[in-house]
Structures are given as C-alpha cells and as structure tokens.
C-alpha cells in the first residue's frame, strides 16, 4: 500500500507493522522559500506545505502554515511582516462576552487554503496525507482577548468563558470541514494555549474540555489532538476529548499514556527544536526507536518543525520508524 493508504488504515483501526513518521502540525522548510510570502498566495502555500515531503520524502503535508487564521477570519488583524509566521497585532476584543458578537467573518484566506489543499494534492498525490490544521478554541480565544482579562473571566465570569469557547468551537468546525471537502485527508486540533500543560488540568477540564468535545462531534473523522508541555496528568480526560489520536510532546511519559489511551491513538513525541533541529541524525534514530519500544502508533514531532529543520534530520526521524 502507499503511505497514504496505510496511515489512513492506521486512523481506520488497522495495526500497522511499525508505526508510520509523519505530521499532522506545521512542518513547512524555508529552504529555497520566503515563507512569509506563502500565507496569501495558494501555490506559494502548497508548494511551502510540501517542500519537506520533496526534500525528505515525509509523506504528510499540513495546511495552513499558521494558527492564527481563525482570527483573523474573525477581523484581528495580522502582522505578515515577521520572520516567517504571522502573528496578531493585538487583541480584537475588550472581553470575553465580546465573542458573541461576532457572528459573521471573512472566508477569503479560508477559500485560499482550500485551495491550497488541492494543490498540495496534486503534488502529493497518494504518495502522503494532507492534514488540514485549526487551533483549539481555547488558543483561538488567545489571539481574540487580552489574556490577563481572560484569567480574570475564568475566575469571575466561568459562564462566560465557557460559552465563548463553545461558540468558537462551532466555528472552528467549520473551517475544518471546509478543509476536509476541499481534500484534506484528517484535521489537527493543535491546542497549543489550552493545553493541561498550561493552564492545569482543572482549568482545562472546566472549560476547555467541553469545547473540544463540542468541536470533535462537529468534525468529520479522523481527527486528531495536538497538546503541549507536561500532560501526563490529564491523558484521561484528552482520551474524552472525541479525537481519533491524541499527539503529545516530549515532555509527555509515552509509556504511561500507552497505559491509558485504551481506544485513542498515541502519536509523538520527538523534540521539535532540541532534537529534530538542532540534534543529529543518530540521537534522532534512537529517539524515535525509544518512542517505539514506548507504544506510539505513529512518531510525530512534539510541536511545530522549526523551518530551518535540516532535511537530514527530518530523513533520520522517518527512517528511525522504518520496521
């Protein structure tokens, strides 16, 4: 079978003779690209998305290269002048029970990764997956409010938060199906700022695990959930979350999760910068055979590539999952 095919009977149930290396998060390579220059232009996007898939031979591709679309979709608007990625200029909203009222956005870059996804299949081929990325509410509301007056809200207006965050997610969920029709093969949840690894697993638990819940029951599957930092404590309650596979970084104990993920997939948890970046190939070869010998069903790195991830290292990640 083609990666394609096999990583989407790993998403389908099937187990695999050895877990496949791919990824569901950004992992655009500048070389021989200005990659600031990508996130308005559909080709430029699509031939970002799958510059490591030509270099390498990774067989995935994750569209788009930010998360800060949803955003911007909802009116923030965006810095494109940074090195790279675009970043919010400031907070669109005074407060948090400012979200209801935006209830009408602007689909222009939407429409634009959609075709950018169809692009990338058409470079791609069967030869590698698409995955079509949106941040978590949680991370959405981040780049929308003032996150001093977030903390306050959460502490004094928890009805508040709580039902922005469902109304994000049902946005949300609208991106990534639109995602999905145009092509992409699962959708990645990357909630990087509502992770329970940094805001605690009782704040996470009180509000950002009812939207993701909402979210994930709105999406078509696969799906899959991207979380940062220390989440060992909270692998349970991710394992509700609705995801098909749950992807953690390098500071999760893959071990122990393998223990309680019973019916979601574990994907991790190489080091994107220490070790993917700035490692070298044979630390990189045994950092994938520990992930392994530790039960993941496919090795992904823990966050976001670095875009100046030398190809050789991505190639030692890919052939550290080879059987």
């Known amino acids: 079978m083609s990666a394609r095919a096999d990583i989407l009977a790993l998403f389908a149930g099937e187990k695999l003779a050895s877990p496949p290396a791919f990824s569901g998060l950004i992992h655009a ?109 949680y991370t959405l509301l981040l780049y929308l409010c003032d996150l001093k007056s977030l903390f306050i809200a959460m502490k004094k207006e928890p009805q508040a938060v709580s039902d922005a965050l469902l109304g994000l997610s049902s946005f949300l969920a609208r991106i990534g199906g639109a995602y999905r029709n145009a092509g992409a093969d699962f959708v990645t949840i990357h909630e990087a700022g509502g992770s329970p690894g940094f805001i605690g697993p009782a704040r996470f638990e009180r509000f950002v695990l009812p939207a993701l819940k909402a979210l994930h029951a709105d999406l078509p599957s696969p799906r899959v959930l991207s979380v940062c930092g220390d989440t060992n404590r909270s692998m349970s309650a991710l394992a509700e979350s609705g995801a098909e596979a749950i992807s953690v970084d390098e500071l999760n104990d893959l071990v122990e999760s ?53 190809p050789r290292n991505i190639k030692a990640m890919l052939s550290g999952g080879e059987s």
């Open 29 to 137: 390579l500048d070389e021989g690209l200005v990659l600031r220059e990508a996130h308005r232009d559909a080709r430029k996007m699509a031939r970002a998305a799958t510059n490591a898939f030509m270099l390498t031979g990774m067989p995935s591709a994750t569209l788009p290269l930010d998360l800060c679309l949803p955003a911007e979709a909802l009116g923030a608007e965006l810095n494109y002048a940074t090195e790279g990625f675009p970043q919010v200029k400031q907070p669109l909203l005074e407060s948090v029970a400012d979200v209801a009222r935006l209830t009408s956005w602007n689909s222009e870059r939407i429409d634009l990764v959609c075709e950018a996804i169809r692009f990338t299949r058409e470079t791609v081929g069967d030869d590698a997956v698409i995955s079509g990325m949106i941040a978590g509410p």
């Open 258 to 310: 393998r223990k309680i993920l019973k019916d979601a997939l574990l994907f991790g948890n190489l080091d994107a910068a220490a070790m993917l970046w700035k490692g070298d190939p044979a630390e990189i070869v045994e950092a994938a055979r520990r992930a392994k010998e530790s039960g993941v069903d496919a090795l992904w790195p823990g966050c976001d590539l670095v875009a100046a991830t030398p």
